[in-house]
């Protein structure tokens, strides 16, 4: 079975170009079936999805809005055929990897780094919850902790890797308590998930727990190398229902910089580490999927006495610059409730501190996680309809139980959206067009940037296909390439009935990393 690991040094990794991207250049999107059967030889387990609402007779359930079931793979080979599932594939397992232990560092010199000296944490606010190995309750840290809610029952023996889980938390929310260390957001709402032996259903199965709990920050202090279809989906659903995710960036740039997930998914803020001299920690993944850095060396943690009898130790990995940034997000978040995901998400990177090359480089990104900036800085304007990169996140019934609300409806023949693109973070924007009948929809679009825009039918299952789908569905593009000329396109509509087209706008290979854009669409007879 395939790992996760913890994101210590040695860890989870990086940029992988996103799916949307991989294709557009011509990569088919996998569909259940025979293959993926096959890809469960040697898989104990397997995860199933079936249509919300459908019960699997001997199954676990994982996601209840997604439909995600986990059960024996011998069991799903057989019944695959009957059930008619939306999608089969191994439960992958996640590898913790340990910290590396060095003498219990006193001071926190990551507060300074970061401005969190500089301003004193709110109480209570926007709920945080660190989705890792157990949390140790017993810990001086935790014991008897306010305002901490554990999602499952939480286990931190059986192996060094259970530390992992007590660590992060404390970088984030360890209390001012008089003893050993302070987190970041020290009265942090704080939820713990333990994820037990650390497989993708238990991620999966973590997050949909923490959305119970309406819209908050989600810490991910791990990653697998690759790309798994059902927690890319269950992350669509957490950032579409207004959670924050927050993913370690890796630690095994010096062993090959690896493509891990879910750092590298779209809409998950990816956190890459710094040294005491704010430069890049030589052990940190590098990638056009890093947002923000923070400190990831030499870092005070708790762990459990069975590991270190002082009940501290220190840490080197960026599993240790996520919570910082996830108890940085909480506490903005709760300074300035009046935030949209979206807004936070860009409002958290582009208030980073540059200490690379200027602008954005794939060592940290935006720059190094500015508390004060964060707190301070003018917000973005909301990127509407976010997660909206393809046709199963916008229409009811699929990812979502509503669907979108069109840029056009009865009525309303004309409409504009401002909205923003990122290379490897949002990709690609997909709106509903409604084009009544005997009309013709005409659509401009402007960008700061090189993008391409496609309309396609409203029987397309996805606007990557390729080949004699893409032949089928496609109904108009532009590529005028450069941001000179903007990109038109238009479609009549001959029928005598009303129909919904679906507009598309990505960025191109060779232009920007990102995009400021505005469509503008109009219908006449």
Not at 67 to 81: D, E, H, K, N, T
Not at 297 to 319: C, F, H, M, Q, R
Not at 408 to 416: K, L, V, Y
């Amino acid at each position: 079975m395939r790992h996760l690991g913890a994101c210590c040094t040695a860890l989870l990794a990086l940029a992988v170009a996103s799916p949307a991207h991989a294709a557009k250049v011509g990569v088919a999107p996998t569909v259940p079936g025979v293959v993926d059967l096959m890809a469960l030889r040697g898989h104990p387990d397997a995860l199933v999805q079936v249509p919300r609402g459908r019960r699997v007779p001997g199954a676990e359930l994982v996601s209840r809005r997604l439909g995600i079931w986990r059960m024996p793979s011998s069991r799903a080979q057989r019944v695959a055929l009957g059930l008619r599932p939306l999608a089969i594939e191994p439960d992958r397992e996640l590898v913790p990897q340990r910290a590396s232990a060095e003498p219990f560092a006193e001071l926190e010199w990551w507060r300074a780094a970061v401005g969190a000296d500089q301003a004193t944490p709110p109480g209570p606010g926007k709920r945080v919850t660190v989705v890792d190995t157990g949390l140790d309750i017993r810990h001086p840290e935790f014991a008897g902790r306010p305002n901490t809610t554990l999602l499952n029952v939480q286990s931190t023996t059986g192996s060094d890797d259970e530390a992992h889980g007590t660590a992060v938390s404390s970088v984030l929310a360890a209390p001012e308590n008089g003893i050993g260390l302070v987190g970041i957001y020290p009265q942090a709402q704080l939820a713990e998930w333990d994820s037990g032996p650390m497989f993708v259903s238990d991620v999966i199965q973590g997050i949909d727990r923490a959305l119970d709990a309406g819209p908050g920050v989600i810490n991910m202090s791990f990653g697998f190398d690759g790309y798994d279809r059902l927690l890319a989906e269950e992350v669509d659903v957490a950032f579409g229902d207004g959670s924050l995710l927050v993913a370690a960036a890796g630690n095994d740039f010096l062993a090959g910089n690896a493509v891990h997930s879910p750092a590298a998914l779209p809409h998950v803020l990816t956190v890459a580490a710094t040294n005491e001299q704010n430069a890049p920690s030589s052990f940190s993944n590098r990638s056009q999927a890093v947002d923000l850095a923070a400190p990831g060396e030499n870092i005070p943690v708790a762990v459990p006495t069975w590991l270190d009898p002082s009940g501290y130790s220190a840490a080197d990995g960026t599993s240790f610059a996520a919570p910082m940034v996830s108890g940085a997000a909480a506490w903005v978040w709760t300074r300035r409730p009046e935030l949209d995901v979206t807004q936070l998400f860009d409002l958290m990177r582009w208030s980073a501190k540059d200490v690379g090359p200027p602008g954005f480089d794939e060592a940290t990104g935006w720059g190094l996680l500015n508390v004060p900036a964060a707190l301070a800085d003018s917000a973005p304007p909301v990127d509407p309809g976010e997660p909206n990169d393809d046709v199963d996140q916008i229409v009811r019934g699929r990812l979502f139980r509503n669907s979108d609300a069109p840029l056009t409806a009865p009525g309303h023949n004309r409409a504009s959206v401002t909205a923003r693109l990122d290379f490897t973070k949002d990709p690609e924007d997909v709106y509903r067009v409604w084009v009544p009948a005997q009309s013709r929809a005409s659509i401009r679009v402007t960008a700061s940037a090189d993008v391409n825009v496609e309309l396609w039918n409203a029987t397309t299952p996805s606007v990557l296909v390729t080949g004699a789908a893409r032949r089928t569905h496609l109904l108009a593009g532009s590529s005028s390439g450069g941001t000179d000329h903007p990109e038109t396109v238009a479609f009549r509509n001959r029928l005598r009935r009303g129909t919904f087209v679906y507009l598309d706008v990505y960025l191109t290979e060779r232009g920007a990393p990102a995009a400021q854009y505005r469509a503008t669409i109009a219908t006449t007879r």
